[in-house]
Structures are given as C-alpha cells and as structure tokens.
C-alpha cells in the first residue's frame, strides 16, 4: 500500500480504530502499533482529557505511524490542526463547529466525517455540504460513552443512497458487529473493543473478519 499521502490507497472498508484518552504518549504509539499492525484501514485520534499542546503532539507523532501503514489519520473535533499537521482529516459532531470551513480549508482530498447519531437527515445534510463519510451510533452501550444516543441498524441501510461510506459505532464488540456489516457498516469504528481488549491485535483481527 502506498504510503504516500497524495496517493495513498484509502480502503474504504474494515476496521476504523479511535484513540482511547492516553496520556501516555510512547504508550499511545505502542498499543496504535499493535493495532495498525493487524489490519486496521483508519486511525481517528481522540484525546477528550489532554491539553491543546498534547493533542498536538500526539497528533503529529501519529502521523508517521499511520503513513508507515498506509493508513490516513483524522483528527477528533479539530480540522485546524488536522490541517496544520498535514493530517489526512478531521472528524466532526455536532458541538465541533461547521463541515462546510473544514472542507474549504482541507481541500478536495481530505476525509472529513460527520457523526449523525440516530438521524438520516443529518447525515443527508452532512453529504450535501461534503462530509466524506458518514457515522451513526450509538449501536450497543458504549463503555466510552455511556450516554451516547441509540441507534437501529436499519439506518445504515437507508444510508445506503448518500453514496458514501457508512460508519457504525458504538459499543462494538467482535461478536456484536456482524449484524451492522450485514445491514451496511462500511468501517466499524472502535475503541474500547479494540484498546481495552486483553490482545487488542487479536480484537482488532476479529471485527475485520466481520467484513469476510
Ligand atoms: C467515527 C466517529 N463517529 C462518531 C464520533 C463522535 O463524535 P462526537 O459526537 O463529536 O463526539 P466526540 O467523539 O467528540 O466525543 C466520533 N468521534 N467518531
Ligand atoms: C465517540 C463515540 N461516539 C459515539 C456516537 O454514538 O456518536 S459512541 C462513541 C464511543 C465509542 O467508543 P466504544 O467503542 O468504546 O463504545
Ligand atoms: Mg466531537
């Protein structure tokens, strides 16, 4: 795979890992290894608890792990550093300001996602002013989120005519995510399920054979 960012091949499908808050910063690169390492196709940094100087950091010690595994990084909440560290997007819900600025600034190429929780006319208006991709959740009781909105599968599959990739996430869990594929999931995102797992390889190796 191509670890060029200008044409670096974007699987489009498979396993979408999130940062767990690590403060940790060389702990952060190891367990994002072990999990690049077996397979994962996206790597969102999230960080909730860290300092603007952190988050920076460890967005831009990211990013020649991800590139050494073909694997575009997206930043949380944040395009304007996404943009200054040369990240390949930004992931943005609804406190984290407007998608239209972001894909002004990022440019045609970058993968800028919304989230849309349980609401397809989010999503419909997220594609209409170029959001790259779509997620939806909360699909299952997220350790990460306990109050997360809940979702049904139905909407990925409803999704389906916004023509762009589906994200699912939520809770998931190698044995719960299945159904989510079947109903339309193009990428599972995760973080617990993967990071709290005791082999998080192994864990990340088990949601991508939900995709065979
Ligand atoms: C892939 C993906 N989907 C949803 C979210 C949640 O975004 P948001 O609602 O802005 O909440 P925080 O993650 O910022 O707490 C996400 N980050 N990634
Ligand atoms: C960050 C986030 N957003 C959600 C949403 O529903 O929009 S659920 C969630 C937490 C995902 O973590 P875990 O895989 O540990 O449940
Ligand atoms: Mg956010």
Not at 61 to 71: I, Q, Y
Not at 74 to 95: F, K, Q
Not at 162 to 176: E, Q, Y
């Amino acid at each position: 795979m191509s670890t060029d960012p200008t044409t670096m091949t974007r699987a489009s499908r498979g396993v979408y890992a999130i940062t767990p808050d690590e403060t940790d910063t060389d702990r952060l690169l190891h367990r994002v290894t072990q999990v690049l390492d077996a397979g994962a196709v996206w790597l969102q940094y999230r960080n909730k608890g860290a300092s603007t100087a952190l988050r920076a950091a460890q967005a831009r010690a990211l990013l020649p792990l991800c590139r050494a595994h073909g694997v575009p990084l997206i930043v949380n909440d944040d395009w304007r550093l996404a943009a200054a560290i040369g990240a390949e997007g930004a992931h943005l819900g609804e406190s984290d300001g407007e998608l239209g600025p972001a894909r002004a600034a990022m440019g045609d190429g970058a993968l800028i996602g919304a989230s849309c929780y349980a609401d397809i006319e989010r999503a419909r208006r997220a594609v209409d002013t170029g959001a790259s991709y779509v997620a939806f959740g909360a699909f299952f009781p997220s350790p990460t989120k306990p109050h997360a909105r809940r979702a049904e599968p139905g909407l990925l599959s409803a999704a389906r005519s916004l023509g762009v990739p589906r994200v699912a996430i939520g809770g998931l869990t190698p044995d719960n995510a299945g159904p989510l594929v079947a109903a339309g999931a193009d990428l599972l995102a995760v973080i617990s399920g993967v990071f709290d797992a005791p082999d998080p390889a192994r864990a990340t190796r088990a949601f991508a054979a939900c995709f065979d």
